[in-house]
């Protein structure tokens, strides 16, 4: 597979929460040639069968991204704007975005006022989201007549190519785990595995996990694989909240069943694919905590792929880590689905 080409297209696209159709429909895409089933349901979200016959494995990984929408409009036609989901307002300065509009997508920039105009004592103060404003470079006229408040907002940037198979762009969380899924799919069609493996690439994590909600409802599965971003190292971040970027996460927890997760590890041995444990007591902030409790208990895992500079639009990682994750769920279901009838949940 060809990660870089998916995701050059992938992290570009569209798709802040509740409005993910264009980014939806590239993946669909990109799942038919592996899949003996492509749907994508009312929610935006992609549905890809692999298999026909065995146990019912939900995999799942969103293309949701963070973003803004637009509050009002000013007397000179500026955008006052929120956020949605996670908006760090410290990257906002200077940012370009697009307004996405009912007459088109319209592009914009979150402009600052210069240092040479600020006081000492502004100089001082931290950004504040409700201070910044979108700047279409329009008259205001024009720009009461194609923007309404509620227009949803997305924040611009490239995938960027960089030294050791290192890549950097916006919407890496979680698009970057679509490819993991992508991986996986490529590989269990060459294995052939009896399991019925469901990829989703679900929609709305970022504001509460309803793509996987209403996925894992509808699917009733006998078990969940969600595949999210772990942080990866930073300058100033503390160690024990880091992982190291080039290798795959495994989170344990109460919202992770242990028969899944000791079976992951062991596959993960056995094929000489190094794993860093992450330990989560509660929430994981992931759709692995939806999954587990859908319908009568769906038992979940939840496997990471490092990125540094989360929530920005310059979200790096390790090739590798993909392609490694991606291998490791293709093997750790054929592996469960061989020994399914045998299984011992307690």
């Known amino acids: 597979?060809?990660?870089?080409?998916?995701?050059?297209?992938?992290?570009?696209?569209?798709?802040i929460s509740g409005h993910e159709g264009a980014v939806a429909d590239h993946i669909a895409g990109a799942f038919r040639p592996l899949s003996a089933e492509v749907t994508i349901d009312a929610l935006f979200d992609v549905i890809a069968r692999v298999g026909e016959k065995g146990p019912r494995i939900m995999v799942t990984a969103h293309h949701d991204e963070i973003g803004l929408m637009v509050l009002a409009i000013e007397k000179d036609g500026a955008l006052r704007f929120?956020?949605?989901?996670?908006?760090?307002?410290?990257?906002?300065?200077?940012?370009?975005?697009?307004?996405?509009?009912?007459?088109?997508?319209?592009?914009?920039?979150?402009?600052?006022?210069?240092?040479?105009?600020?006081?000492?004592?502004?100089?001082?103060?931290?950004?504040?989201?409700?201070?910044?404003?979108?700047d279409l470079g329009l008259p205001p006229e024009e720009v009461r007549a194609l923007v309404r408040p509620g227009d949803p907002v997305t924040l611009t940037g490239d995938l960027i190519l960089l030294?050791?198979?290192?890549?950097?762009?916006?919407?890496?969380?979680?698009?970057?785990?679509?490819?993991c899924m992508l991986v996986a799919a490529q590989h269990l069609k060459e294995m052939r595995v009896d399991a019925r493996v469901y990829f989703v690439s679900a929609s709305q994590e970022e504001t509460h996990s309803q793509g996987a909600i209403v996925t894992g409802c509808a699917l009733d599965p006998d078990?969940?694989?969600?595949?999210?971003?772990?942080?990866?190292?930073?300058?100033?971040?503390?160690?024990d909240e880091t992982c190291p970027l080039d290798i795959p996460t495994l989170t344990l927890g109460p919202f992770?069943?242990?028969?899944?997760?000791?079976?992951?590890?062991?596959t993960a041995?056995?094929?000489g694919i190094p794993l860093t444990i992450e330990v989560s007591p509660g929430k994981t902030y992931t759709d692995a905590d939806y999954t587990g409790i859908s319908r009568a208990g769906v038992p979940s895992l939840l496997?990471?792929?490092?990125v540094k500079y989360m929530h920005t639009t310059v979200e790096m990682l390790s090739e590798q880590v993909i392609?490694?994750?991606?291998?490791?769920?293709a093997l750790f279901i054929r592996d469960i689905s061989r020994e399914w009838e045998a299984i011992q949940w307690n």
């Open 269 to 271: 041995k056995q094929n």
């Open 223 to 239: 078990m969940a694989i969600a595949i999210d971003v772990a942080h990866g190292p930073a300058p100033g971040a503390a160690e």
């Open 256 to 266: 992770m069943h242990p028969v899944l997760t000791n079976r992951l590890r062991e």
């Open 303 to 306: 496997i990471g792929v490092p």
């Open 82 to 134: 929120t956020e949605v989901g996670g908006v760090d307002g410290r990257i906002l300065p200077a940012m370009p975005v697009t307004v996405h509009t009912m007459a088109g997508a319209l592009p914009g920039v979150i402009g600052a006022k210069p240092p040479h105009l600020l006081s000492g004592e502004d100089r001082k103060k931290a950004v504040r989201m409700k201070d910044l404003f979108i």
């Open 1 to 15: 597979m060809d990660i870089k080409a998916f995701l050059t297209r992938a992290c570009v696209l569209p798709g």
């Open 323 to 329: 392609r490694d994750a991606g291998r490791l769920v």
């Open 163 to 179: 030294e050791e198979g290192r890549l950097a762009a916006k919407t890496l969380d979680d698009r970057a785990c679509v490819a």
